[in-house]
């Protein structure tokens, strides 16, 4: 079972960029699509964007879409989320799961199973 650890968030200024990573363990990674999930205060968490397998299969969600890049190194065991021109509604806990890849291609980012990590704070200030 892979087991996945989320870094790089931070506070930014709005506008700002910031590189966040998923690093696996546990499993070889290139086994698995990935997809990043976020939750603000008071909100339920909700899928923004996944890879598949292979990274040539993509997809963001509205809230994201062309202010973020994904992006996976398998012989590093990570996964990336660029997150680029970040806005104060930006800011939530980012958690990076293992999700279903034919869901993937489908445009749903839904996690395989409910085992979620701490996940990392990305802060943007007005």
């Known amino acids: 079972q892979v087991q996945l650890v989320e870094s790089g968030g931070g506070v930014v200024q709005s506008g700002g960029s910031l590189r966040l990573s998923c690093a696996a363990s546990?499993?070889?990674?290139?086994?698995?699509?990935i997809g990043w999930f976020r939750q603000a205060p008071g909100k339920e968490r909700e899928g923004i964007s996944c890879?598949?397998?292979?990274?040539?299969?993509?997809y963001y969600s509205d809230v994201i879409d062309g202010r973020a890049t994904i992006s996976r190194d398998n012989a590093k065991n990570t996964v990336y989320l660029e997150l680029m021109s970040l806005k104060p509604e930006d800011t939530a806990v980012y958690y990076c799961?293992?999700?279903?890849?034919?869901?993937?291609?489908?445009?749903?980012?839904?996690?395989?199973?409910?085992?979620w990590g701490q996940g990392t704070q990305v802060t943007v200030s007005s």
């Open positions: 799961a293992t999700v279903w890849l034919q869901l993937c291609h489908a445009k749903v980012v839904r996690a395989r199973d409910e085992q």
């Open positions: 546990g499993d070889t990674l290139h086994y698995h699509a």
């Open positions: 890879i598949s397998n292979s990274g040539d299969s993509t």
